[in-house]
């Protein structure tokens, strides 16, 4: 008994270092950001097979974009997300919702060139989560007027 408790605390202990990530603060994640959009979830394409899935997964997130304060403009913007399970640093889009996403570039050598056809554009939410807020209307308001081509 005593070392089914040791290997439960050794696992709680593992789960709490993976996650070192913190959100970065809006003033941060704005400087670094690419992209900064506020948008809802269209469509969702996982390029991993479900068994797969349990344990990580490529994601590919389609918005329809309402406004925008940086980045590509367009009625819609793919954001590229790995789906680890258990882990933090991860972040799992839900169909129809509305976010604000703050995104970077993502090099095609990361991972996405086999993919893609050449010159797409491939944006990513980060290692550690750049920034991402399901309060969209209060992250709209902290974020001030959107670009005059936005959406």
């Not at 809802?40 to 394409?45: N, Y």
């Not at 389609?62 to 304060?69: D, G, N």
């Not at 996405?112 to 010159?119: E, K, S």
């Amino acid at each position: 008994m005593k070392w089914k408790l040791l290997l439960a605390f050794s696992a709680m202990q593992y789960l709490a270092s993976a996650c070192s990530c913190v959100e970065v603060p809006q003033k941060d994640a704005r400087s670094r950001a690419y992209a900064i959009f506020d948008g809802t979830v269209t469509d969702i394409r996982y390029f991993d097979n479900e068994k797969d899935r349990e344990i990580s997964s490529r994601v590919l997130v389609t918005f329809k974009i309402a406004k925008s304060w940086k980045g590509p403009g367009g009625p819609t913007i793919q954001v590229h997300v790995m789906e680890v399970a258990l882990m933090c640093d991860s972040y799992k889009f839900e169909l129809g919702r509305r976010y604000v996403v703050y995104a970077i570039q993502q090099d095609k050598e990361g991972g996405w060139a086999d993919q893609y056809p050449a010159g797409t554009q491939i944006l990513a939410t980060g290692g550690c989560t750049l920034r991402i807020r399901e309060d969209a209307d209060a992250e709209t308001k902290r974020l001030g007027k959107p670009r005059a081509n936005s959406n």
